[in-house]
């Protein structure tokens, strides 16, 4: 059967990346892989030309794919749209919401040729691989009552994090599973001495332990977390956590690596249909220079293969790609480096598609 | 005037630099400063002797104090009380509520003596000095509705995320004032592309930015504030948040530092009455070892001799007084290194108190 791949290149640094992955991709049918890929508008770009962040037509090629590509959306072009559901942001948030990609997992993991691209210290990251499971389609991103409003002579704005426990137990399991295959430590997320809606999240965790004997399961309040991340990495191998903190700290963890631009990310519903997208934004300053580092996207298909499509020989090949351009010496300049020669996005598509 | 001071020690290390505390402060009477103090309970330790983390004796005398030296609140030995508003840490936020103490002011400066202690290289964080002015009494840590209840025959968690502009703008101009005070650069964080309460805080903050034209105004997501504080800390000046974003981003910039043990915190009514604690929690694991640090709280006394009760000249004392310790080469275990005398907290609280 042919699987659908839609590719979604979005803003910014986006359609240089997403240009990447499709040459990619190409190579892959080469290969042998029988997919069929399409492109479709989303974001910003899409904003500009149907005056709609996830166009129906979008939505519908999203649904009957079996595998999203994103490259990224938002900028400051956008910054002053005041209706929310028409910012660039609304174009990802709705895919994610409209296809249950309630599964978010990204991976922070240093790649010992960048292992000095890092701000911590190389004893406190080398070897550091860390999977941060995140709640991707409820928490306060979609908690409802929302908005700004008169009270009292003032305008106030609110949000609600809420989350039931089929959610909480959902991501759970999903996090439990991912911390049998890795290291078995799993660390839970929460805001328990303050948010109630954490005390339930904990509750379920605890509930959910004894399903996995072999997994040690721990708790952690964010503020800790933030610091530990900081402090000593190493300690964690699967953390899970909600929305808003996941949000935050992923992006923290992503940072330590110092290599934002290598890590991919997958966001996975209840049947195996994934989106796929680097896990850095859509860096607007440096968008058209063809400076980008293509490999976080081009690491995207790799997941993509893995976990929607079960490809996971061609999977292994674009990582062995990826690994032997780096131990080239070959760099974008997000992770330039003494001695080492920095290239541009296309030369490094074309790089690791001589590798592939 | 005799001003009032309360200590409340707390829990877990709480007592032991608290007592170190009040021999400090019982210096700084020799040394002719007219105060008074007193000492109440709070926290777990109240829990215990009251069945209540902030009995009515306590609050009444934190309302008559003009200020107050809290050490620490919390530990696993109350984490099973199942009802949030007897918890330890519900005397702490019972106390910030009910004083209004809504300025929370946590400087992340980097001890020139204890650059190694950082988790980060040194040319990163050589120099360090941020101020995070966070909103303590608002947002979703006392917003309501909030709970734990039924709905369509599962539990489901809530909490509420709210800010009304006048709490937005209360906390905005004690932000810039710092700024004005400082580097005149403001960073104002916020996801204000996904939740509305904080476009409402941009917003605000926008509005008041003509009012100190002197202070360079910027807006960052949290998420990429998480990032850039492991990235590229010394790009801050004064950090301004909400409380929940303030909790997670405060800890993430005092552990960059390395050494949470050195940094005070103050809490801030609009008459200027304020509450002084360490960054650092109640640590149980060292606690009754007598190895806890006990400078943050010394140094805490000193901020609130400033911001309180206005006496800058001996608030210079004390923290020249640590200085000079570090110098000596003193250091309690969590900043130990190499040539360096490890001490204990009465040890590091006696060469202080020669010092000063
Ligand atoms: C662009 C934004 C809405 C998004 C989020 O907050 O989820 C991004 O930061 C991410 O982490 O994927
Ligand atoms: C103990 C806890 C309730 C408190 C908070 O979350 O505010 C603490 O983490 C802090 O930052 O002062």
Redesign the pocket.
């Known amino acids: 059967m042919t699987h659908k791949v839609l590719l979604l290149p979005g803003d910014g640094i986006g359609p240089e990346i997403a240009a990447q992955a499709a040459r990619l991709l190409k190579a892959c049918q080469d290969a042998g892989l029988d997919i069929d890929v399409e492109e479709a508008l989303v974001g910003g770009a899409a904003y500009d030309a149907h005056g709609d962040p996830l166009p129906e037509e979008t939505l519908d090629k999203a649904k009957a794919a079996s595998a999203i590509l994103l490259g990224a959306?938002?900028g400051p072009k956008w910054d002053k749209i005041e209706d929310l559901s028409k910012r660039p942001?609304k174009g990802?948030?709705g895919l994610r919401k409209n296809l249950g990609l309630f599964g978010n997992l990204r991976p922070a993991m240093l790649y010992p040729q960048l292992a000095s691209a890092s701000s911590l210290k190389p004893e406190l990251v080398a070897g550091l691989d860390i999977m941060i499971v995140r709640e991707?389609t409820g928490g306060i991103?979609f908690g409802q009552p929302r908005g700004i409003e008169e009270r009292n002579g003032e305008r106030v704005g609110f949000n609600t994090y809420v989350y039931s426990e089929s959610e909480i137990e959902r991501i759970g399991r999903v996090a439990f599973e991912m911390a049998q295959k890795r290291g078995k430590k799993l660390c839970s997320v929460d805001k328990a001495n303050v948010l109630e809606v954490t005390i339930l999240w904990r509750e379920v965790m605890e509930r959910l332990a004894p399903e996995y004997p072999d997994v040690e399961l721990s708790h952690m309040y964010v503020d800790n977390a933030a610091m530990q991340l900081v402090r000593a990495p190493k300690q964690f191998d699967v953390v899970v956590t909600g929305?808003m903190f996941g949000?935050i700290l992923?992006?923290a963890a992503a940072m330590l690596t110092g290599s934002i631009g290598m890590l991919p990310?997958a966001s996975l519903n209840e049947s195996g249909q994934g989106m796929y997208?680097p896990?850095h934004?859509s860096a607007p300053d440096i968008a058209g220079k063809n400076i980008a580092n293509p490999l976080a996207m081009m690491l995207s298909v790799a997941m993509m293969l893995r976990y929607s499509l079960g490809e996971n020989a061609m999977a292994e090949r674009i990582e062995a790609a990826v690994g032997s351009v780096l131990d080239d010496g070959l760099r974008t300049a997000d992770i330039a480096s003494e001695g080492m020669q920095t290239i541009g996005t296309d030369a490094m598509g074309d790089a690791v598609l001589v590798a592939f």
């Open positions: 959306v938002g942001e990802l948030l991707l991103y929305n949000d992923s992006d990310s997208e896990c934004g």
